[in-house]
């Protein structure tokens, strides 16, 4: 009798301990749970890209025929349209804050990027002979707000704020067989609204898909002719659309 009772309680104690053993594991070992990507933080990075430009120039036709003749002399109004293209390569950087346990990011980025955006027009002149019209922007900057929302390591982003476009003007050609070359440049600014979504494939990397468009309405600029000194107003109203890929390194991420 006592060696039943002994035996059972050793098989009693036996499962006391293999219980108090496995409820120690299961505090010991939690199941590793992975911390949701944050976007806090600064970065920089580079881009390149498309531009498609729509350039409506008002009036070549009466700048090189009222130059050679005098004011007035040119009835009716002339406006060319060339719609320059090319490519965009270029940097950025900026800084978001991601609010905490929330998926709202808000930030500040600023851009800068050469351009060889250029295409060119032919308009007649009232003597048969015609002038070519050449448009061209060399670089576009930016200076944007930023708004979106995190997936994880997937932002969705809106942006908007101030913009610049540096820009080359030219009207050549000869008029009564004279030849005249007029030049304008100027540095437009205006505003840029965009959109895109920035995908971190590594802590510290990521790389965005972005559109912009860029707006910088009518303004007035003098082309200049130095051979013949002569020079006159022409109206030059704008819009830039842009598309990008870029990739971003990012600094003092809160992770």
């Known amino acids: 009798m006592k060696r039943l009772l002994a035996a059972h309680l050793a098989m009693f104690a036996i499962t006391l301990a293999g219980s108090a053993f496995a409820a120690d594991l299961a505090v010991k070992t939690p199941i590793p749970v992975a911390a949701p990507f944050n976007w806090t933080g600064c970065y920089i990075g580079v881009h390149v890209g498309a531009g498609f430009a729509k350039k409506d120039i008002t009036d070549p036709v009466q700048l090189v025929q009222d130059s050679f003749n005098f004011p007035g002399f040119t009835s009716g109004v002339t406006t060319v349209s060339p719609s320059p293209s090319g490519a965009i390569i270029g940097g ?28 060119n ?16 922007t060399e670089f576009l900057t930016s200076v944007t707000g930023r708004i979106g929302y995190a997936l994880d390591n997937v932002l969705l982003y809106a942006k908007a704020g101030a913009a610049m476009a540096g820009d080359k003007y030219e009207v050549s050609g000869t008029f009564t067989g004279l030849p005249f070359d007029f030049r304008g440049l100027e540095d437009r600014w205006g505003w840029t609204a ?34 013949n000194v002569s020079q006159g107003p022409v109206s030059v109203r704008q819009s830039i659309q842009v598309v990008k890929v870029g990739v971003n390194f990012h600094m003092w991420a809160d992770q």
């Open 92 to 119: 950025q950087g900026g800084c978001d804050y991601q609010f905490a346990s929330s998926s709202i990011v808000i930030g500040i980025q600023g851009d800068a990027a050469g351009a060889t955006l250029r295409s």
């Open 121 to 136: 027009r032919v308009v007649g002149l009232d003597t048969g002979e015609t002038a070519t019209v050449d448009a061209k």
């Open 194 to 227: 965009g959109a895109g979504v920035d995908w971190a494939f590594t802590r510290h990397w990521s790389a965005n898909f972005e559109y912009d468009y860029y707006g910088f309405g009518t303004r007035t600029s003098t082309f200049a002719d130095q051979a």
